[in-house]
Structure formats: structure tokens, C-alpha cells
Nanobody, 123 residues
Framework: QVQLVESGGGLVQAGGSLRLSCAASGGSIMYYDIGWFRQAPGKERAWVSSISWGGSTTAYVDSVKGRFTISRDNAGNTVYLQMNSLKPEDTAVYYC????????????????WGQGTQVTVSS
């Protein structure tokens, strides 16, 4: 089964940018749709974005549309989340997750999860 490791989190001022990476091992990510989720303090984990196995289809939660971009490099076994114009409300632990190919890209059940990376946006 695939293992996922997130990186790229950190502390950034409001309006700044970060790029998160989700590196996979133990299998090729080309067999999986990949999603990004986040969990803010005191809140439940929430879906942020997803990308289809081939990269042709993406989806975003409304609050990040126009600011975040998901992409993937199947040859490099890595998925990225470029986050621009960051806001304090984007502060959370960000997780990537994988599930088998589906016909509808978006939230729902994901089977494999990374350990998360902290993103903190200061005002």
C-alpha cells in the first residue's frame, strides 16, 4: 500500500505563500486520486482540494478557490498544493490522502493518509 509524507509547512505572514508536497512511497501514485485536507485547532478535519489520478480534473473548497492550486508529478510520485494569498484562517495541520481512481473528484472516503504538516499564518 502507498505511504504518504507531507512537507513544506511552516510559519508565514498573511498574504504570503507556501507550497506543500506530498511524497508517496510503496507504490505509484498514478493509481490514486489524491486529496488535501486540513484540521484547524478545535475543528474537524475538512477537505480542501483533490486531483484525479491523471491530473486532468481538480476540485477545491470554495474558501480556497483562486488562491490554492493542486498539481501532481506522477513520474516523481509527488503531489503539490501551492497556497497563495494565505489568510490566518488557513492555519491548520494539512494532510494528503489517497484513494483508488474514481469518476468524481472531491471529498469523501480516502484510504491512505500522511502524518500532516503544520501551516501557521500570522496576521
Amino acid at each position: 500500500q502507498v505511504q504518504l509524507v507531507e512537507s513544506g509547512g511552516g510559519l508565514v505572514q498573511a498574504g504570503g505563500s507556501l507550497r506543500l508536497s506530498c511524497a508517496a512511497s510503496g507504490g505509484s501514485i498514478m493509481y490514486y486520486d489524491i486529496g488535501w485536507f486540513r484540521q484547524a485547532p478545535g475543528k474537524e478535519r475538512a477537505w480542501v482540494s483533490s486531483i484525479s489520478w491523471g491530473g486532468s480534473t481538480t476540485a477545491y473548497v470554495d474558501s480556497v478557490k483562486g488562491r490554492f492550486t493542486i498539481s501532481r508529478d506522477n513520474a516523481g510520485n509527488t503531489v503539490y498544493l501551492q497556497m497563495n494569498s494565505l489568510k490566518p484562517e488557513d492555519t491548520a495541520v494539512y494532510y494528503c490522502a489517497a484513494r483508488g481512481r474514481t469518476t468524481v473528484v472531491g471529498p469523501g472516503r480516502y484510504d491512505f493518509w500522511g502524518q500532516g504538516t503544520q501551516v501557521t499564518v500570522s496576521s
